[in-house]
T-cell receptor, first 116, second 109 residues
Framework: DAGVTQSPTHLIKTRGQHVTLRCSPI?????VSWYQQVLGQGPQFIFQ???????GRGNFPDRFSARQFPNYSSELNVNALLLGDSALYLC???????????????FGAGSRLTVL | RKEVEQDPGPFNVPEGATVAFNCTYS??????FFWYRQDCRKEPKLLMS???SGNEDGRFTAQLNRASQYISLLIRDSKLSDSATYLC??????????FGGGTRVLVKP
């Protein structure tokens, strides 16, 4: 069974450009979350989508946006890239939207973005 | 103060030894806690959930102390393959995970 797949795996952009990152969740999973991991730090929550609706947003500027499609795949968009946006962007999928209990999140391998 | 704090390490551990480290958290509204493992330049992978009663998974033992707001992970009989960064994670409402900065463990022959 395919796990969480993300594309592209690596990309290089320059300041001011725009980037779109893509994520396909595990088959049957309806929730997708995005995390940013800067080198040497733990991942930070950006967004969560469940059944195509935004369920949560982290402390990130409006340059960051996302959406979830009817097939539950998701895109993360970042506009006006800054050097500080260089990071590993992780997508995680889960069966449900959250609530009580240990709703396990499974991460994809990530998209490594370098902004020059 | 960060919501989840960890000693970054590294913890240098002889093969076969036992290593233990903690993670402290704030905001006790959190519901669930986990340890994730992350290998260099790879994605985090769930190691184990953490329960107040303490739980074991093979050589790994996790403990949650809600009164003192800390979580611990103990690794017995360390293997070279246990070398990784261990991320302490709390899960609040929905699927928002809050990660600590990670504790790096290096197991040496």
């Amino acid at each position: 069974d395919a796990g969480v797949t993300q594309s592209p795996t690596h990309l290089i952009k320059t300041r001011g450009q725009h980037v779109t990152l893509r994520c396909s969740p595990i088959s049957g999973h309806k929730s997708v979350s995005w995390y940013q991991q800067v080198l040497g730090q733990g991942p930070q929550f950006i967004f969560q989508y469940y059944e195509k609706e935004e369920r949560g947003r982290g402390n990130f500027p409006d340059r960051f946006s996302a959406r979830q499609f009817p097939n539950y795949s998701s895109e993360l968009n970042v506009n006006a890239l800054l050097l500080g946006d260089s990071a590993l962007y992780l997508c995680a999928s889960s069966l449900e939207g959250g609530g009580t209990g240990a709703n396990v999140l499974t991460f994809g391998a990530g998209s490594r973005l370098t902004v020059l | 103060r960060k919501e989840v704090e960890q000693d970054p390490g590294p913890f240098n551990v002889p093969e076969g030894a036992t290593v233990a480290f903690n993670c402290t958290y704030s905001n006790s509204a959190s519901q669930s806690f986990f340890w994730y493992r992350q290998d260099c330049r790879k994605e985090p992978k769930l190691l184990m959930s953490v329960y107040s009663s303490g739980n074991e998974d093979g050589r790994f033992t996790a403990q949650l102390n809600r009164a003192s707001q800390y979580i611990s992970l103990l690794i017995r009989d360390s293997k070279l393959s246990d070398s990784a960064t261990y991320l302490c994670v709390k899960k609040a409402a929905g699927n928002k995970l809050t990660f600590g900065g990670g504790t790096r463990v290096l197991v040496k022959p």
